[in-house]
């Protein structure tokens, strides 16, 4: 098991460029989410799937989209970037419901956007 | 809404205690804990569920007063490995995302 996995793990961008960010998980889990982590601000949900076919805003979703491709995959994409968004970008997946059910992280994405 | 942390951070001896707190405005369903080393990803510590179920590891326990809508951090006996970057993720109802506190940085020394 990989668990779940993100591309790519470094990434530079120059202001107005648009990227895509990539998050797979292989645990069958039916939630995911993407979070961004900055200095001092721990970690702010960005947008989130409760299941394939649902997405839902977070704290912090201007600037951003995403897509639920299917079960297993969940992106991120910035349309136009700009330097506030620069940030280490963490996805993770939960088996979702009721009960115990702890939330796993990918390894992140370290973006600086000039 | 962001739970609040605190406190911010925490030095310690190797053995000695320490307790970092979360509170919310809301009511919460559940609370989990989370370390992260720096560079790192976070990762899975304990679940509180309300109603006092609890899930997690050995050497760490929590508490979680629903009444105050607060749970507490218990590390006891730190060592070394303790050392890192502690959240609260909050979540009101069963099945939602889980929104994270600022954190607490905890060093310990030897």
């Known amino acids: 098991n990989a668990g779940v996995t993100q591309t790519p793990k470094f990434q530079v961008l120059k202001t107005g460029q648009s990227m895509t960010l990539q998050c797979a998980q292989d645990?069958?889990?039916?939630?995911m989410y993407w979070y961004r982590q900055d200095p001092g601000m721990g970690l702010r949900l960005i947008y989130y799937s409760a299941s394939e076919g649902t997405t839902d805003k977070g704290e912090v979703p201007n600037g951003y989209n995403v897509s639920r491709l299917n079960k297993r995959e969940f992106s991120l994409r910035l349309e136009s970037a700009a330097p506030s968004q620069t940030s280490v970008y963490f996805c993770?997946?939960?088996?979702?419901?009721?009960?115990?059910?702890?939330?796993?992280f990918g390894p992140g994405t370290r973006l600086t956007v000039l | 809404q962001q739970p609040v942390q605190s406190p911010q951070a925490v030095i310690l001896r190797e053995g000695e205690d320490a307790v970092i707190n979360c509170s919310s405005s809301k009511a919460l369903y559940s609370v989990h804990w989370y370390r992260q080393k720096h560079g790192e990803a976070p990762v899975f510590l304990m679940i509180?569920?309300?109603?006092?179920e609890q899930k997690g590891h050995e050497k760490i326990s929590a508490s979680f007063n629903e009444k105050k809508q607060q749970s507490s951090l218990y590390l006891t006996a730190s060592q070394l490995s303790y050392s890192g970057t502690y959240f609260c993720g909050t979540e009101i109802q069963a099945g939602t995302a889980l929104i994270f506190g600022k954190g607490t940085t905890l060093s310990v020394s030897s």
């Open positions: 645990m069958n889990h039916n939630s």
């Open positions: 509180l569920l309300k109603g006092g």
């Open positions: 993770a997946s939960r088996r979702g419901g009721s009960g115990h059910n702890e939330q796993f």
